[in-house]
């Protein structure tokens, strides 16, 4: 894997995303099958939170009475501002239930 390719656990990229509070709810959040990953033009469905989350993926999950779906832009090295976490992805667009 080269340095472009980095990836991460798709629990750890959301919680330092600062979609989730902590991580042990960002895990069982992704383990009940509620993200969508697409890649390549194809989309899944994750089983886990460890499945891993690449530059260019396009994610897809509820939240609060909204859908949201967004393009992973960067790997967060860390927990960090709320600034630097909108910095690691790019809303696509947005839906309320």
Request: proline residues 2%.
């Amino acid at each position: 894997m080269s340095a472009g390719e980095a990836t991460l656990r798709l629990d750890l990229w959301l919680y330092r995303t600062r979609f989730f509070k902590t991580r042990t709810l960002a895990t069982a959040f992704a383990a009940n099958r509620r993200v969508r990953i697409g890649r390549n033009g194809a989309t899944r469905r994750t089983k886990n939170g460890a499945v891993q989350v690449h530059a260019g993926d396009v994610l897809t999950f509820g939240q609060e009475q909204r859908i949201i779906t967004l393009k992973v832009l960067a790997m967060p090295i860390r927990r960090g501002s709320a600034i630097e976490a909108q910095a690691c992805y790019q809303p696509q667009e947005e839906t309320h239930v």
